[in-house]
């Protein structure tokens, strides 16, 4: 093998395909990179058993086609130290050769052929979704999943599809984000049943990563417990989580007794505020609406006591309060347009308090008790 590449571009492609290894993992020869250059092009595999990735490369010059194993740590230290345009690999016997400007790198190296090959994505039928979409659908409910809970199902998103809509939802029990972007079937997939699977959060903050700038469709499948992404780019195959997800329709359908408008960049900034004094045991914010003002205080014995208010379209003179964990909050109002109107919708002191930024996301939280 000898090929000569952009070692800025190199580099990109590897810090994707670097992500998805275990430095510690039980089978030392995947702790390794696979670089493959073929008339089809050259490519990165990389991975494990829960998670196989492959980046597709550009601008390569194939001298002679070829595989190789490139051990992970080294060549990515070779590949950040290096101040060269380009980067040349090659081969000799059991031995990888880097040469970067006046630098040379001997490394020995195993067997390509040793290394469990990252399939091309060659499928007929599959869903299309609009990267950008997607990505922004991951970002603003995948923080809601909690993969250390007691249930496995809590530790990652439920895609749901059908008539052309995909509804993304995440739960730990405490708060649901819930997402709807649309979507396209490619061949015979059959539109008339739910496509459902559930998508491990460490998967979908891959996804999110590796196509963060994608400007085209992304292809997904799910198929034989396991899901598949693809852009012209990168492709990976990830499992899917096992079990039944709640049903979480009714969380969003209840008859609301008051609705305020909320800016999230003054929201947070008042939340953060009340929230000062809060620690571990006295994490919960009291929420107190009446007669156009929403005041929010905290305590804790350790810290003292907060006060904050801030002017809201709630003209009730009728008090209405209600306590809620203020990270919940924070970690939604993160996701969105710091500056776009939001609607929080109020059901009463002990149903969760909803927000509803855009036609498209909703998002629950459930309240504390008042004692704590």
């Known amino acids: 093998m000898k090929i000569v590449c952009s070692r800025e571009s190199l580099l990109n492609s590897f810090v994707i395909a670097s992500s998805v290894i275990k430095p510690n993992n039980a089978k030392a020869i ?38 190789a194993l490139l051990p992970t740590a080294r060549v990515r230290s070779v590949l950040s130290e290096s101040k060269a345009e380009t980067i040349r690999i090659e081969t000799n016997g059991s031995n990888l050769n880097l040469i970067s ?19 091309a994505f ?33 530790g990652g998103v439920q895609f749901s599809i059908e ?36 998508v ?12 963060a700038n994608t ?5 997904v499948l799910f198929n034989n417990n396991r899901v598949i992404f693809s852009s012209s780019a990168v492709t990976f195959y990830a499992q899917l989580l096992e079990g039944t997800f709640p049903k979480w329709q009714s969380v969003f359908n209840k008859e609301i007794a008051y609705e305020v408008e909320i800016t999230p960049s003054e929201f947070t900034s008042v939340v953060k505020q009340a929230s000062i004094v809060a ?3 006295y994490r919960g914010i009291i929420f107190k609406f009446q007669n156009n003002v929403l005041e929010l ?5 350790e810290y003292g006591d907060s006060n904050v208010k801030m002017d809201v379209n709630f003209p009730e003179e009728k008090l209405f309060e209600m306590k809620i964990d203020p990270s919940f909050i924070i970690d939604f109002m993160r996701v969105l347009d710091s500056s776009a109107p939001c609607k929080m919708q109020l059901i009463s002191g002990n149903n969760p308090v909803l927000f509803r930024p855009t036609e498209s996301l909703e998002y629950a939280v459930m309240p504390l008790s008042m004692g704590r």
Do not use: C, W
């Open 122 to 154: 060659n499928k007929s039928d599959y869903l299309v979704f609009n990267g950008a979409e997607l990505v922004k659908a991951i970002a603003q409910t995948t923080f809601a999943s909690d993969p250390t809970a007691s249930q496995a199902v809590f």
């Open 30 to 67: 995947l702790t390794n990179i696979k670089i493959e250059s073929s008339a089809d092009g050259t490519v990165l595999q990389a991975g494990d058993s829960e998670i196989r990735l492959r980046v597709n490369l550009t601008d390569v010059e194939v001298e002679e086609p070829g595989a």
């Open 163 to 198: 008539n052309n809509t995909a509804n993304l939802v995440a739960t730990d029990t405490r708060r649901m984000s819930h997402g709807t972007i649309p979507v396209s079937i490619v061949g015979n997939l059959d539109n008339s049943k739910t496509i459902s699977a559930i």
């Open 215 to 219: 400007e085209g469709e992304i292809k």
């Open 279 to 281: 620690t571990p045991e």
């Open 101 to 119: 400007g006046g630098s040379k790198f001997v490394f020995p190296t195993e067997d390509p052929e040793e290394f469990p090959p990252v399939d």
């Open 297 to 301: 205080s905290g305590h804790s014995p």
């Open 200 to 211: 491990p959060k460490a998967t979908m903050l891959l996804a999110e990563r590796v196509f």
